[in-house]
């Protein structure tokens, strides 16, 4: 007899199937390819990444397993009652699942609450035997020694670097805006061959496959110790590129920065969220140093390392004459990509419960929460000032001439000691993952939010 039929889908649309929006990301969430691997061999297995594909509600498996985030929620809570019509038994999952299961019950057969290490198999198995339980609650931040590597063979193709995992899990930081801050986790570490047995179970893969990682940890050195343990070992890999999360402080040790460069790191993402002391301040992000920025990212550029970074628009200490210098500022201080967004209450942060304390939700509709919608009153700026100031510094920092300059100066200041040939080789990789990025962001403003500023509904 075939096997039981299990399709995991990661969500990413909002909009519903007449406006799907397909991310070109160059690498896919973890969740899917993680849970695969947790997945006992009783059932056959599909994973879907919606950010590539559309759902295929005629699908022939039994059983659905839905990641997704806050913002997909409204958008899951359709996919699930569109499967439950066909029969089939829907499973939620996910940080949203886990932080509202109540909500989310309704919806579905099935929710887990919690990480998934510890209580998937049984999941399946339950629901291999007709006896799926309505609520699965996995230990609260368990020891992470002992996970599988990721199903990369399950991984779409349209993804140039399937090989995603992480070393960690939380942050030593409470951000008031951060997801981390609803349930408070200890910072957890994974045993470093754990994490280099995931780098290198890529023998499905084809080999440029191999050979390009993404660490998808919330902040890589939260343990900066166990950080240059770990960098060391995957320095041995040889591999093409690497890239990584971490806090800007992480940056102050040089030692740490150097074995970033010796482990192929291409790229960082550090969340700079703002450029404006008070606004950092407004949001509990006091470890950032805002006079510390230029010079910490040129460190960077001399190690071959671009930087994405996060830069929030809406914060509570946001002025118009901030607003103004921030094309200026940016053009000063040079990060390499910038992914601009609208702040987010991210329901159950602190930030989330001061603004609804204070009656500045103007949008309860949780598909706009998703970083291109305001949904809040800003305090010291209006919504028009907030939607001229993304257009006025998305469009300068992603002009054609910026792109050229930025990038020019990045392979500039590129002296890490290497070899004129690995020189080269690394800087094209840098040099075309810069371009993807740049692009990418470039157009997902112009497609997603400079439609917004013009819609008479976003009037205050």
Not at 165 to 179: D, L, M
Not at 228 to 247: D, H, N, P, V, Y
Not at 380 to 385: D, G, I, S
Request: charged residues 25%; contains cysteine.
């Amino acid at each position: 007899m075939s096997k039981p039929k299990l399709l995991i889908i990661v969500l990413f649309q909002n909009l519903g199937d007449q406006e799907a929006y397909f991310a070109r990301s160059p690498a896919p969430p973890l969740s899917g390819a993680l849970v695969a691997a947790l997945t006992p061999p009783i059932v056959e297995i599909e994973l879907l990444h919606e950010m590539v594909r559309p759902i295929d509600y005629e699908t022939d498996a039994d059983f659905i397993a839905l990641s997704f985030m806050d913002f997909c929620a409204p958008h899951a809570y359709d996919v699930a009652a569109r499967f439950r019509a066909r029969g089939k038994k829907v499973i939620a999952g996910g940080r949203y699942a886990s932080t509202f299961p109540e909500e989310v019950a309704p919806h579905v057969d099935c929710v887990v609450v919690g990480e998934a290490e510890r209580v998937w198999a049984r999941v399946v198995e339950d629901a291999v035997a007709g006896k799926l339980e309505p609520r699965y609650d996995a230990p609260f931040a368990p020891p992470l020694d002992g996970v599988p590597p990721p199903r990369y063979d399950l991984v779409e193709p349209e993804f140039g670097v399937p090989v995603v995992t992480e070393a960690t899990r939380g942050c030593p930081y409470t951000c008031s805006f951060c997801q981390l801050t609803i349930e408070r986790a200890p910072f957890r570490t994974r045993p470093i061959e754990d994490v280099i047995n995931d780098l290198t179970a890529t023998s499905k893969l084809p080999y440029h496959k191999r050979k390009i990682a993404m660490l998808y940890d919330n902040n890589l050195g939260g343990d900066i110790g166990y950080a240059k343990e770990l960098l060391a070992e995957i320095a041995k890999l040889k591999l093409w590129a690497l890239g990584t999360q971490f806090s800007f402080d992480c940056l102050h040790d040089d030692e740490f920065v150097d074995l970033l460069a010796r482990a192929s790191c291409t790229m960082a993402f550090i969340g700079l969220e703002s450029l404006s002391e008070p606004s950092l301040a407004s949001v509990h992000k006091k470890h950032n140093k805002v006079e510390e920025y230029k010079e910490l990212f040129s460190k960077l550029k001399h190690h071959g390392i671009m930087t994405m970074t996060g830069l929030m628009l809406a914060l509570d200490e946001d002025t118009p004459e901030y607003y103004e210098g921030l094309p200026a500022h940016l053009d000063e201080i040079e990060p390499s990509i910038i992914l601009l967004s609208i702040s987010i209450p991210i329901p159950g942060t602190p930030f989330h419960e001061t603004v609804r304390e204070e009656g500045r939700i103007i949008d309860e509709d949780l598909s706009h929460y998703e970083g291109d919608h305001l949904v809040i009153r800003p305090r010291l700026v209006t919504p028009e000032q907030v939607f001229e100031a993304f257009q006025t510094v998305n469009r300068t920092f992603y002009s054609n001439g910026r792109i050229a300059r930025r990038w020019w100066r990045l392979i500039a200041n590129y002296r890490y000691a290497r070899n004129p040939l690995a020189w080269a080789f690394h800087a094209a990789i840098m040099s075309s993952v810069y371009y993807r990025l740049s692009v990418f962001q470039k157009d997902h403003a112009e497609q997603r939010v400079y439609p917004l500023a013009r819609s008479k509904a976003l009037s205050p």
